[in-house]
């Protein structure tokens, strides 16, 4: 089955600094989604982007589907940014998304 | 508007025990997954469903059932509960229409087996 690597497995940050979490995988795919699970374990979509780039304030994702990696850009980080960040990726749309083990951040202020 | 709904959100099991988790949805999606995350493990796909009357198998079945009798729910069992089961739960929705639709995650439900 598919593979999912994310980089790195823990990242520590000073609030205000900027940080790039990394997400390999496998296979061709046509869905990658990122989510962001806060320190109370709650899952929260952040991004549907099987190729290109999006921004959504201070977060922003690039893929390039052809060497199969993303990335996931947050600047200016605070501590309401700490949690765990999974990638998560399918053949297509309607197939069940496999997860990575995740990037664990933690901002200290 | 509650999105994704899940009972009960503790659980404590002996070996053995039998429970069922719900997760109810009210989004209307055709899509219902079951997830148990471990530490260090990510999530891993328990079972889904791709519509009422509909189930399938994910990467970790075993010890597993679940039932899509209606729409809005979607009903995890475990008919003999084990300590390798220990782990939190999560249900998650989607919709059918269009490509890019977001996964909802319900909180999640801890489960402890002794």
């Known amino acids: 089955g598919i593979q999912v690597e994310q980089s790195p497995p823990d990242l520590i940050l000073q609030e205000g600094a900027n940080s790039t979490l990394r997400c390999n995988f496998s296979d061709s795919v046509n869905n990658l989604q990122w989510f962001h699970q806060n320190p109370w374990g709650q899952l929260i979509n952040l991004f549907y982007i099987p190729s290109g780039t999006k921004q959504n304030g201070r977060l922003s994702a690039t893929t390039v589907a052809t060497e199969r990696y993303s990335l996931l850009y947050i600047s200016s980080s605070q501590t309401t940014d700490s949690g765990v960040y999974f990638c998560?990726?399918?053949?297509?749309?309607?197939?069940?998304?496999?997860f990575g083990k995740g990037t664990r951040l933690s901002v200290i202020a | 508007n509650a999105g994704v709904t899940q009972t009960p959100k503790f659980r404590v099991l002996k070996t053995g025990q039998s429970m069922t988790l719900l997760c109810a949805q009210d989004?209307?999606?055709?899509?219902m997954y079951w997830y148990r995350q471990d530490p260090g493990m990510g999530l891993r796909l328990i079972h889904y469903?791709?519509?009422?009357?509909?189930?399938a198998k994910g990467e970790v079945p075993d010890g597993y059932n679940v039932s899509r009798l209606k729409k809005q729910n979607f009903l995890l069992g475990l008919e003999s509960a084990a300590p390798s089961q220990t782990s939190v739960y999560f249900c998650?929705?989607?919709?059918?229409?269009?490509?890019?639709?977001?996964?909802?995650f319900g909180d999640g439900t801890r489960l402890s087996i002794l």
């Open positions: 998650a929705s989607r919709s059918l229409q269009g490509a890019g639709q977001p996964q909802h």
């Open positions: 998560a990726v399918g053949f297509s749309g309607n197939t069940p998304l496999v």
């Open positions: 989004m209307n999606h055709e899509y």
């Open positions: 469903s791709v519509g009422e009357g509909t189930t």
